[in-house]
């Protein structure tokens, strides 16, 4: 089952990871919005979903939040918190999951070099 939920959140993670490059990409072309993969653990989705990029970021403020289509969620590993017209945003709380998505996260701090 761990090994099950580490695939499942790694999946996740790489969905996340696409998004953050789409996200850099609209911010240099200073776009409003953009559309981003549905960040779900399904890895043949392919739903995109047009989000504002304020909303984008306050999703990436937690890095236990991810940004899926509507009725991707799992809710054995995460909770929906916010839903919009397009999208939704849910949280894991599965700790497996939680400790490898924030393990993942593409934006943790760097440690400084001593």
Known sequence: MNAELIR???TESIF???NERIAES??????DEAEFVC??????C???????LDDYERVRARP???LLAPGHEDQAIEKVVERGGRFQVVEKFERT??????SLN?????????
């Open 64 to 66: 236990i939040r991810f």
């Open 106 to 114: 593409p934006r943790k701090p760097k440690p400084n070099p001593a």
């Open 26 to 31: 609209a911010q240099r072309f200073d776009a």
């Open 8 to 10: 499942h959140a790694t």
């Open 16 to 18: 996340r990871n696409v």
């Open 39 to 44: 960040e779900c653990g399904d890895r043949s």
């Open 97 to 102: 999951v939680v400790a490898t998505v924030r």
């Open 46 to 52: 392919t739903h995109r979903l047009q989000t504002p």
